[in-house]
């Protein structure tokens, strides 16, 4: 599996910004950001593909943006007007290929340690 470093969580306050970054050890197809609140079920943030097709959660739309870069083979997560409920565990995720169902968590195989990030 492809190993992934997460970095850039912290603690803000709500309508701040903060930007995620994940490095991976080598090219993935597809790779996503995921997070996981206390108590709360995993949920899908963004992803995108190699074709550079991206997808969003309803619920960042407009306030996040992901991108990645191939020659670095780095990948981040831009966030900002950061609510409370955007408080959670973001975790940077990769697969080798790409699937028709868009933030299907089940699909990647690959992720990183996690980096918090909390908004009050």
């Known amino acids: 599996h492809v190993q992934l470093v997460e970095s850039g969580g912290g603690s803000v306050q709500a309508g701040g910004s903060l930007t995620l970054s994940c490095v991976a050890s080598?090219?993935?197809?597809?790779m996503a950001w995921f997070r996981q609140a206390p108590g709360k079920e995993r949920e899908g943030v963004a992803e995108?593909?190699?074709?550079?097709?991206?997808t969003y959660a309803d619920s960042v739309k407009g306030r996040f943006t992901i991108a990645a870069d191939n020659a670095k083979n780095t990948l981040s997560l831009q966030m900002n007007s950061l609510k409370p409920e955007d408080t959670a565990m973001y975790y940077c995720?990769?697969?080798?290929?790409?699937?028709?169902?868009?933030?299907?968590?089940?699909?990647?195989?690959?992720w990183g340690q996690g980096t918090q990030v909390t908004v009050s």
């Open positions: 995720a990769a697969s080798p290929a790409c699937t028709l169902r868009p933030l299907y968590a089940r699909f990647y195989g690959s």
């Open positions: 080598e090219e993935s197809y597809c």
């Open positions: 995108i593909r190699s074709d550079g097709m991206i």
